[in-house]
């Protein structure tokens, strides 16, 4: 039996400690908005926020958690960072087939938490680990400038 805490609600589950974050939150709780990529993180598709940092929970054990919590896409907008960034997804029109989009705005949600004001090298770093197949990068860095307030005018 593990004990998590996602999104603000505590959740006992019948699972094994080193069951992989993502299937407890996907499976086992419910909330699907997290998406299974690669399983090898490296893609970020499954991309959630252990007490604010950005982890990939393909790979990380629930029974590493203790009491961290987990907030993920579902709940993302509850901060005023994630609010401005789904704001600016939907602007910029950010979404193609939109899969790894959830992983996205995770990463881009951590970056503005951390650093308010970032330049293009600083976005580029923080969503190197986050592939999308679209490619629509050029959009999720104009987003996530809007996000910011440090878009270009003109």
Known sequence: MVSITVNGTEYPLDVTED???L????DVIGLTGTKFGCGIAQCGACTVHVDGKPVRSCLY???ALGDKKVTTIEAIGRSEAGARVQAAWLDKEVVQC???QSGQIMSATALLQRNPAPTDADIDQAMAGNICRCGTYV????AIH???????QG
């Not at 299937?23 to 996907?26: E, G, H, L, T, V």
């Open 19 to 21: 069951m992989p974050l």
């Open 23 to 26: 299937w407890a939150i996907r």
């Open 61 to 63: 054990p629930v029974g």
């Open 98 to 100: 939109g899969y790894c």
């Open 139 to 142: 959009r999720i860095r104009a």
């Open 146 to 152: 809007a996000a910011a307030g440090t878009e270009r």
